[in-house]
């Protein structure tokens, strides 16, 4: 790919221009796509209308740019997340009906916990979570549990930080995480009271594949006050479940 003026390549742009989309940020102009993606406003324009004509982005009516729908076919065809989500979601379920709270699977992303599903009821709690959203390793409880089976240098550039807080309780010296992730190995599951909001606990297990490799996080999100074991119980029956149809055999 050829550089720009200012050393960078086309592909580097095409991330940033894709890259200014998040969950609740999902219609821009044009003009705001460059302003966040640091990019002069004709080249803006310019990549933003080649990726109309490519199907990957798509213009409304008022001439705003939302992701397109060839994005998420080109994404998805061949995607393991795809397909562990599609085997997840009936454990997952079974996990909501029973327990009426929040059921979010997450996987690592680029030393975040990248959430592949949520699952809610009209009566559920609060939650931060969205379906394609992110939340810091250190801060979640789905996150402690990658970071936890996380390899040596993952979690070694999580510890030496910034270790950011989003709430008074949430884990931000190193010493003190580092002793969280023992106990997450230890116990199995991860419990993260207030770590995201005051009024939630996130309770979480790991899940493997077929080589016994952690791949994911099953979670769910309670209010404060309620009790930890009976969802605990449903999260590790639906994650056996999955790990036997993924092949995983103890």
Same mark, same amino acid.
């Given at each position: 790919?050829?550089?720009?003026?200012?050393?960078?390549? $086309?592909?580097?742009?095409? !991330?940033?221009?894709?890259?200014?989309?998040?969950? !609740?940020?999902?219609?821009?102009?044009?003009?705001?796509?460059?302003?966040?993606?640091?990019?002069?406003?004709?080249? +803006?324009?310019?990549?933003?209308?080649?990726?109309?004509?490519?199907?990957?982005?798509?213009?409304?009516?008022?001439?705003?740019?939302?992701?397109?729908?060839?994005?998420?076919?080109?994404?998805?065809?061949?995607?393991?997340?795809?397909?562990?989500?599609?085997? +997840?979601?009936?454990?997952?379920?079974?996990?909501?009906?029973? &327990?009426?709270?929040?059921?979010?699977?997450? &996987?690592?992303?680029?030393?975040?916990?990248?959430?592949?599903?949520?699952?809610?009821?009209?009566?559920?709690?609060?939650?931060?979570?969205?379906?394609?959203?992110?939340?810091?390793?250190?801060?979640?409880?789905?996150?402690? %549990?990658?970071?936890?089976?996380?390899?040596?240098?993952?979690?070694?550039?999580?510890?030496?930080?910034?270790?950011?807080?989003?709430?008074?309780?949430?884990?931000?010296?190193?010493?003190?995480?580092?002793?969280?992730?023992?106990? %997450?190995?230890?116990?199995?599951?991860?419990?993260?009271?207030?770590?995201?909001?005051? %009024?939630?606990?996130? $309770?979480?297990?790991?899940?493997?594949?077929?080589?016994?490799?952690?791949?994911?996080?099953?979670?769910?999100?309670?209010?404060?006050?309620?009790?930890?074991?009976? +969802?605990?119980?449903?999260?590790?029956?639906? +994650?056996?479940? !999955?790990?036997?149809?993924?092949?995983?055999? %103890?």
């Amino acid at each position: 790919m050829a550089n720009s003026t200012s050393g960078d390549s $086309v592909t580097d742009r095409l !991330i940033r221009v894709l890259d200014t989309f998040t969950p !609740i940020r999902t219609v821009q102009t044009a003009a705001e796509i460059g302003r966040r993606a640091g990019l002069p406003p004709s080249t +803006a324009h310019r990549i933003v209308g080649e990726l109309v004509d490519a199907g990957l982005l798509e213009r409304d009516d008022d001439r705003r740019i939302r992701v397109g729908m060839r994005l998420w076919e080109l994404a998805t065809r061949s995607s393991h997340a795809l397909r562990l989500r599609q085997v +997840a979601l009936p454990y997952m379920e079974r996990v909501q009906a029973r &327990i009426r709270e929040h059921t979010q699977l997450a &996987i690592l992303e680029q030393d975040e916990a990248l959430f592949l599903e949520r699952l809610s009821g009209p009566g559920s709690g609060s939650n931060v979570t969205r379906v394609a959203g992110r939340l810091p390793l250190h801060a979640s409880s789905s996150g402690l %549990v990658l970071l936890a089976y996380g390899d040596h240098d993952l979690q070694e550039r999580v510890l030496s930080g910034p270790l950011g807080a989003l709430t008074d309780e949430t884990i931000t010296d190193a010493a003190t995480l580092r002793r969280k992730l023992a106990e %997450v190995r230890s116990l199995g599951h991860a419990v993260a009271p207030g770590y995201i909001e005051s %009024v939630s606990t996130g $309770v979480a297990v790991p899940v493997r594949d077929e080589t016994g490799t952690v791949i994911a996080a099953l979670s769910s999100v309670l209010r404060r006050d309620d009790p930890v074991p009976p +969802a605990l119980a449903e999260l590790r029956a639906a +994650a056996r479940g !999955i790990e036997n149809a993924l092949g995983y055999r %103890v």
